[in-house]
């Protein structure tokens, strides 16, 4: 089993950063990736992000391309997410997720939950002025 903690969460203006941090603890060595989905009110939870932990290759949904990075520390088995230039519509609560075999589409909005083994609680981004 993987535990995964995020945190890094709150609110901002519009046009403000944040980063994101997932810690995973566990069975560490099944994690072959680490993504980022998010829920919006009342919308489901869709693909935001991801990395390979072997090599460091990243996907990225086109809503946050050139506006998110995705880094990772493997010696500290943490994950980060930086997200700038925010928008409202970017409002939503925000999960880490891991997999033991990443077997991910590059379109990233066709990204399901099943396609993920384990799962954050969730850590919420409020975008508002």
């Known amino acids: 089993q993987v535990q995964l903690t995020e945190s890094g969460g709150g609110s901002v203006q519009p046009g403000g950063s944040l980063r994101l941090s997932c810690a995973a603890t566990g069975m560490i060595d099944n994690r072959k990736c680490m993504a980022w989905f998010r829920q919006g009110p009342g919308k489901e939870r869709e693909g935001v992000a991801a990395?390979?932990?072997?090599?460091?290759?990243?996907l990225y949904a086109d809503s946050v391309k050139g506006r998110f990075t995705l880094s990772q520390d493997n010696s500290k088995n943490m994950a980060y997410l930086e997200m700038s230039s925010l928008k409202h519509e970017d409002t939503a609560m925000y999960y880490c997720?891991?997999?033991?075999?990443?077997?991910?589409?590059?379109?990233?909005?066709?990204?399901?939950?099943?396609?993920?083994?384990?799962w954050g609680q969730g850590t919420q981004v409020t975008v508002s002025s």
């Open positions: 990395i390979y932990t072997n090599g460091g290759g990243t």
């Open positions: 997720a891991a997999d033991s075999q990443c077997i991910l589409s590059l379109q990233v909005y066709t990204w399901q939950v099943s396609d993920f083994d384990y």
